[in-house]
C-alpha cells in the first residue's frame, strides 16, 4: 500500500515536471533562508545565555536627561560600587569591571622577553567576578585569585599570547608589567578557559581592582569604560534596590555641591538593564560593545514566516488549478473505493516528497547563501551549528509544510464529485469560494511584496539623506590618522606630533592639516561643565568634549556664529561651544556667550570665546549636544590632513609621501589611513546592512510570488486552450487574448498595492521615529514600488500568455 502510495506520487511529480520545479524551487529558496535566519537569531539571543543566574544580574547604566533629550551610557561613575558594597543589602556580588588603557605588556620566561602592543580588554575587577560568570579554571582558585591587589588573571587565549607553548602551570607566577599611564606590574595567579558563547563580558586579562578613596567629584563623572554589574539575590527586589542606588548617588551629589558652596542640578540617574537584555540595548552607548536591534531580529523571524507562507501559498495555488487535469483519476479512483483519507493522503504524500526534496536542496541553497551574505551575518554565526540540529529543523519544517500546504488542496480533492468529473463539468477555477481564496493567496503574496520594495525605497532614501545632508562640516578629501596614545607618554617621542604637523603642511597635495578628534565619531568623552555667574556657580550640564588646534575649524569649514577662533596654548585656557551649548546653559545669543566662565567639575574656570554653529558629533539618531571645545596639547593624537581635490589623480603619491614622513618620526608603527567620509560611512553599517536585507528580501518574495504567478497563468491558459483557440478563429489578436489572459491577474496585483501600501507606511513611519533627522515619506515612493510591482508582475504573466495566444488554432481545437 505504502509503495504503491509512493509509485503514483512519483508518477505525478515527474509527469509535472515543471510545476513540480517551480513548488520544490520556492519552498528550497524559502527553508534555505529560514535556516540562515535561525542560525542569526539563535546567535543573536544566545548572549549570556550560559550564566548560571541570569535571571538575577544586572548591568546598572547611566541615564542623563537634557531638556526633552535623554542619552544612556553604558559606564558609572567610579565610586559607586564602593558606595553600593558598604550600604546597599539584597546583592550576592557587586562586581567593577573598568577597562584599561594599556600601551603595551611585556613578560620574560627562561629570559626570553614576549611583547604585546596594545593589548586590548584588560579590566580591572575583583573576586567576585569569578563567582558570578561560570569560567572553567584550567589553574588557580576563583575565591582567592584576585586577592592580592598585585594580581592578574588571563583568558587561555591570551594566555598563550604571552606565554607560547606553555603549560598553564607553567604560567603561574610569571610577571605581566603593563606600560600605560603609570608602570606596574602583576603576577599571574590564573588561568581560565576562554569563554566560547557570545558575552558581554570580553575582557581577558582580569587585574585586581585595588582599593582607594575616590575623591568627591568623582560622584558626578562618568566614564564609558567603568562598568558595574550587580547579581542579586532571589528574594530580592530590583526595583527597590535601584531606588536606593540613586537615593545614595544623589546624597554623594550634594555633598560634593556642599563643599563647593554651591548646587548642583543633578541630571544623572541609575537604571538597571538585565543582562540578556544588554546586547539588545542600542539607544545605550556602549564602546566596544557588540549590539544589535531586537525589533530587526524579529523583523528577520517575520521575513523568515513570510517565505514559508508564501511557498505555501504558491504550492496551494499550483495544487488546486491543476485538480481538473486530475479530475478523471479521482473519478476513477472514488468509483473503485478509495475513501477520503486514502486520497487525502496520497496528496500528502506527494506534498511531503515535495518538500524532502526541497530541504535536501536547501542544504546547498543554504551554504552558496551563507556564503554570499556573509558580510550580514554575525561573526560567530557558523552555517551547521550543532550536529543534530539541521536534521531537526528540517524535520520540522518538513512536517509544518505538508501541514500548511497539502492540508487545504488534499481536502478538496475529496470534495470532487464523480458525476461531475465524467460529465466534464469539474472545474476549481471559477466563480464563487475557492477562486475567491486563490484570489486572496496571490493578493496576499503581492501584498508582501509589495511591503518589502516600498521599505527598500524607504531605507534606501534615509540612508542616502543620511550620508549627503549637511552635518555642519565639510568630510571630503579628509585622511585621518591616529598616533597612538603609548607615542603621546613616551618621551622619546615627545611633541614629535607638532613636528610632524608641520612637515605635512609643506607637503604638496596637501592643502592643510589640523591636530583634533574629527567632528563625528563614534568615540567620545563627556564631562559635567557649570558656568558662573556673579560668582555663583549655576547650570551644570553634560558636555561633550574635543581637543583640537587652531588649524582645526578651519580645515573642517565651521562656521563662528559668534567671537573667535581659540588660541594656540600649551594647556587649557579658553573655550569654544557650539548653539546647543549656548541654549543648554540658557545664555540669551551666542554673543551674550562670550565672556561667560564655565568649568568642568573641579577646574578651573575659562571664559567662552567663541560659538561655533551647530554641527553632527554622533550619528542621526542623536540630536546635536552640547559641546565644548579646547586646545590641550597632551591629548591632540589625531591627524586631520586633508587633500587637494583639484588633483585627485596625485592622491596615492601624496599618500606615500605621507608615509615616508610618517616612518621617519615612528618607525616602530606601521602606517595606517582612513578616508574620514568612508569612516562616517562605516558608522552606518547596520543601516547598510538593513538595507541589503530589505532588498534581499524584495528579491526573494517578488521570484517566489513571480514563481506563484508564472504556473497559475500556464495552468489557466492551458486549461482555456480550446477557448483561446476559438477566439482565435472568430478573429480575436494576439494582444486581446494577452490582455485577456493577464488584466485579471494584474487588478489582483494593484489590489495588493493598495493593502500593502497603509501597512508600509506604518511600519516605515515606525523605523523612521528612531532618527532625529529623517526623510519625509513621499507619495512618489509608492508609485514607483507600484510601477515596479506592476511591470514585474506584467512581464511575468504576459510572456506565458503570449506562448498561449501564439498557438495554431487547429492544434488546440483538432480533437473537437
Known amino acids: ?27 528550497c529558496i524559502s527553508i534555505s533562508a529560514c535556516w540562515i535566519i535561525y542560525r542569526i537569531i539563535g546567535y543573536e539571543f544566545s548572549y549570556d545565555a550560559q550564566l548560571p543566574n541570569k535571571e538575577h544580574i544586572y548591568k546598572v547604566i547611566s541615564s542623563f536627561v537634557s531638556e526633552d533629550k535623554t542619552s544612556k551610557m553604558g559606564g558609572v561613575a567610579a565610586p559607586l560600587y564602593q558606595g553600593i558594597q558598604e550600604e546597599i543589602t539584597g546583592l550576592e556580588h557587586v562586581v567593577p569591571v573598568f577597562f584599561q588603557g594599556i600601551n603595551r605588556a611585556e613578560t620574560q620566561r627562561n629570559g626570553e622577553k614576549f611583547t604585546l602592543e596594545d593589548p586590548q580588554h584588560v579590566a580591572a575587577t575583583n573576586n567576585q567576578y569569578f563567582q558570578m560568570l561560570p569560567y572553567n579554571w584550567l589553574v588557580g ?36 608589567t603593563y606600560y600605560g599611564r603609570d608602570t606596574v606590574q602583576r603576577t599571574v595567579t590564573g588561568i581560565v578557559s576562554d569563554f566560547n558563547k557570545p558575552s558581554e563580558f570580553i575582557a581577558e586579562e582580569m587585574i585586581a581592582l585595588p582599593g582607594k578613596v575616590y575623591e568627591s567629584y568623582m560622584w ?8 558595574l554589574y550587580l547579581q542579586f539575590k532571589k528574594d530580592a527586589n530590583a526595583i527597590a534596590k535601584l531606588k536606593q542606588i540613586n537615593e545614595l548617588d544623589k546624597r554623594h551629589w550634594k555633598a560634593f555641591a556642599d563643599e563647593r558652596g554651591s548646587e548642583l542640578k543633578k541630571t544623572k540617574s541609575y537604571e538597571l538593564l538585565p543582562i540578556q537584555e544588554v546586547h539588545f540595548a542600542t539607544d545605550v552607548s556602549d564602546y566596544g560593545i557588540s549590539k544589535t536591534s531586537k525589533p530587526v531580529m524579529f523583523g528577520l523571524v517575520g521575513i523568515g514566516v513570510f517565505l514559508l507562507i508564501l511557498a505555501c501559498i504558491n504550492y496551494i495555488n499550483t495544487s488546486v488549478a491543476q485538480m481538473p487535469q486530475r479530475g478523471k483519476e479521482i473519478g476513477v479512483r472514488k468509483t473503485l473505493g478509495s475513501s477520503k483519507w486514502h486520497l487525502m493522503n496520497q496528496f500528502l504524500v506527494e506534498t511531503l516528497l515535495t518538500t524532502f526534496i526541497a530541504s535536501i536542496l536547501a542544504f546547498a541553497f543554504g551554504k552558496i547563501g551563507f556564503s554570499i551574505l556573509k558580510e550580514l551575518i554575525p561573526t560567530g554565526v557558523t552555517f551547521s551549528g550543532e550536529p543534530h540540529v539541521f536534521p531537526l529543523f528540517v524535520c520540522i519544517i518538513i512536517i509544518l509544510i505538508t501541514c500548511l500546504a497539502g492540508l487545504y488542496p488534499s481536502w478538496l480533492i475529496t470534495r470532487v464529485k464523480t458525476v461531475e468529473v465524467f460529465k466534464n463539468s469539474f472545474t476549481v477555477i471559477r466563480s464563487g469560494s475557492r477562486f475567491s481564496l486563490q484570489q486572496a493567496l496571490i493578493i496576499f503574496q503581492f501584498a508582501i511584496a509589495m511591503v518589502f520594495i516600498i521599505c527598500t525605497i524607504i531605507v534606501g532614501a534615509q540612508l542616502r539623506h543620511t550620508l549627503k545632508a549637511d552635518m555642519g562640516f565639510n568630510k571630503e578629501a579628509i585622511v585621518l590618522i591616529d598616533i597612538p596614545w603609548k607615542y603621546l607618554g613616551d618621551a622619546r617621542y615627545s611633541n614629535k606630533q607638532f613636528t610632524l604637523f608641520s612637515e605635512l603642511r609643506k607637503q604638496p597635495g596637501i592643502k592643510s592639516v589640523a591636530l583634533g578628534i574629527p567632528p563625528l565619531s563614534s568615540g567620545y568623552s563627556s564631562s559635567p561643565f557649570q558656568t558662573a555667574v556673579d560668582g555663583k556657580d549655576l547650570n551644570m550640564i553634560k558636555m561633550f568634549k574635543k581637543n583640537i588646534d587652531t588649524a582645526y575649524l578651519r580645515l573642517y569649514q565651521m562656521q563662528l556664529v559668534a567671537g573667535r577662533n581659540i588660541l594656540p596654548s600649551d594647556t587649557i585656557s579658553e573655550f569654544v561651544i557650539n548653539e546647543a551649548a549656548v541654549k543648554a546653559f540658557g545664555f540669551p545669543s551666542p554673543k551674550e556667550a562670550l565672556g561667560k566662565m564655565i568649568n568642568q567639575l573641579g577646574n578651573t574656570k575659562h571664559a567662552i570665546v567663541g560659538v561655533v554653529k551647530d554641527f553632527h558629533t554622533q550619528d542621526f539618531y542623536t540630536s546635536i549636544e552640547p559641546l565644548v571645545m579646547m586646545s590641550d596639547k597632551s591629548s591632540l593624537s589625531t591627524l586631520n590632513i586633508k587633500l587637494d581635490t583639484e588633483n585627485t589623480d596625485q592622491w596615492q603619491a601624496t599618500l606615500k609621501a605621507i608615509e615616508h614622513q610618517w616612518r621617519n618620526f615612528y618607525p616602530p608603527e606601521g602606517f595606517r589611513y582612513t578616508f574620514y567620509d568612508e569612516t562616517i560611512e562605516a558608522m552606518y553599517k547596520q543601516e547598510r546592512q538593513i538595507a541589503k536585507l530589505i532588498n534581499l528580501a524584495m528579491a526573494i518574495t517578488l521570484f517566489i510570488s513571480c514563481l506563484g504567478l508564472f504556473g497559475l497563468v500556464t495552468l489557466t491558459a492551458f486549461q482555456r486552450t480550446k477557448e483561446i483557440g476559438i477566439r482565435k478563429v472568430l478573429g480575436a489578436t494576439a494582444m486581446g487574448i494577452v490582455t485577456m489572459l493577464s488584466k485579471d491577474f494584474i487588478k489582483l496585483v494593484v489590489i495588493a498595492l493598495i493593502v500593502a501600501s497603509p501597512v508600509a507606511w506604518w511600519a516605515m513611519n515606525k523605523w523612521l521615529e528612531n532618527f532625529v533627522y529623517k526623510i519625509n515619506i513621499e507619495w512618489w515612493m509608492f508609485v514607483v514600488a507600484a510601477a515596479s510591482a506592476i511591470i514585474i508582475a506584467l512581464l511575468t504573466v504576459s510572456w506565458q500568455a503570449t506562448r498561449a495566444a501564439l498557438v495554431n488554432p487547429v492544434d488546440s481545437l483538432r480533437n473537437e
Open 1 to 27: 500500500m505504502i509503495n504503491n502510495t509512493l509509485k503514483i506520487a512519483l508518477r505525478h511529480l515527474w509527469r509535472n515536471r515543471l510545476f513540480t520545479t517551480l513548488n520544490v524551487f520556492g519552498l
Open 141 to 176: 582558585d576563583k575565591v582567592t585569585a584576585l586577592t592580592d591587589p598585585k594580581s592578574v588573571v588571563l583568558t587561555e587565549r591570551r594566555a598563550k599570547e604571552y606565554f607560547p607553548n606553555a603549560k598553564p602551570e607553567d604560567m603561574l607566577h610569571q610577571t605581566i
Open 220 to 227: 558626578t563623572n562618568t566614564n564609558g569604560g567603568d562598568r
